[in-house]
């Protein structure tokens, strides 16, 4: 345990590696399929969806490992939206840096049309717009929201994603930053404690974590008082910590 943070420490310390030339940014802008609401980024200065999610909302997503190709269709399924949380940021905190995207060699296509793509963790993403060759795609400058319809799937009431929590705004977060899901998150006296499967996190993913806090301007404390199974971060009046309990990864923001 000791020897993991200190690797770490030592790769907060003297990284200044850049890991994608396409920064991704927060984002007021909400996403909707059938008012069914869908995560959405601010890739260079469109408004991007994960592919793979697209498979709740109407979409076949089909992935050819031979010819590394991405084929996006519509489906004979109805919508049924995401079982995770889906957030929107006031126009203030929009614009924050939380991960980056590369190109990639694998090629996608939407209704058989060729569209552009990113990779970011491992996961192919494209802009919303390219959906225009199997829906229609409308913006909504009034609500900042980019309304995607399918007039073959079930519909349902419109409601304005909730706003996400402040800590989450001001501190990247690791399911935002490398290919991990977040398992729970609970309050604690002085903030929250966010968690994840420690097993199916690696050394190189919690390094790159650390690079990012970084470079948004987080300092790596070097304090007696910090325990030596534990990484600790300050910036003005925020602190974070990284530190593992049994198989949980958590982060605590305070």
């Given at each position: 345990?000791?020897?993991f943070?200190?690797v770490?420490?030592f790769?907060?310390?003297?990284?200044?590696?850049?890991?994608a030339q396409?920064?991704?940014?927060?984002t007021?802008i909400c996403?909707?399929?059938n008012?069914?609401?869908?995560?959405?980024?601010?890739?260079n200065n469109?408004?991007?969806?994960?592919a793979?999610a697209?498979k709740n909302?109407?979409?076949?997503v089909?992935?050819?490992?031979?010819?590394?190709?991405?084929?996006?269709?519509?489906?004979?399924k109805?919508?049924s939206g995401t079982?995770?949380a889906?957030y929107?940021?006031?126009?203030?905190?929009?614009?924050k840096v939380?991960?980056s995207?590369?190109?990639t060699?694998i090629v996608?296509y939407v209704?058989?049309?060729?569209t552009?793509s990113?990779?970011i963790?491992?996961?192919?993403?494209?802009?919303?717009?390219?959906?225009?060759?199997?829906?229609?795609?409308?913006?909504d400058g009034?609500?900042?929201?980019?309304?995607i319809?399918?007039?073959?799937?079930?519909?349902?009431d419109?409601?304005?994603?909730?706003y996400?929590?402040d800590?989450?705004?001001?501190v990247?977060?690791l399911e935002n930053?490398v290919d991990?899901k977040?398992?729970g998150a609970?309050?604690c006296?002085?903030?929250?404690?966010?968690k994840?499967d420690?097993?199916?996190i690696?050394?190189?993913?919690?390094?790159?974590y650390?690079?990012?806090?970084?470079?948004n301007?987080?300092i790596?404390l070097?304090?007696p008082?910090v325990?030596?199974d534990?990484?600790?971060?300050?910036?003005?009046?925020?602190s974070?910590?990284l530190y593992l309990?049994?198989s949980?990864?958590?982060?605590?923001?305070?």
């Open positions: 345990m000791k020897k943070f200190s770490l420490i790769v907060f310390l003297i990284s200044t590696a850049v890991y396409n920064e991704v940014r927060t007021d996403a909707y399929i008012n069914y609401p869908i995560s959405a980024y601010n890739l469109q408004t991007a969806v994960y793979s697209l909302y109407g979409f076949n089909e992935w050819n490992a031979n010819e590394r190709r991405v084929d996006i269709t519509l489906s004979d109805q919508i079982d995770d889906v929107r940021f006031d126009k203030s905190d929009a614009g939380v991960s995207a590369s190109d060699d996608t209704n058989g049309k060729k552009e990113f990779n963790n491992g996961y192919t993403v494209i802009y919303v717009s390219a959906l225009k060759e199997l829906a229609s795609v409308a913006w009034e609500k900042r929201v980019a309304n319809t399918i007039p073959s799937k079930n519909m349902k419109f409601e304005f994603v909730p996400k929590y800590f989450e705004i001001e990247p977060m930053t991990v977040r398992i609970e309050k006296d002085d903030g929250m404690i966010y994840y420690g097993e199916k690696y050394l190189e993913q919690v390094a790159k650390i690079t990012l806090m970084k470079n301007g987080f790596c070097d304090d008082s325990p030596e534990e990484v600790a971060f300050k910036k003005g009046a925020r974070v910590v309990d049994g949980v990864l958590c982060l605590k923001l305070s």
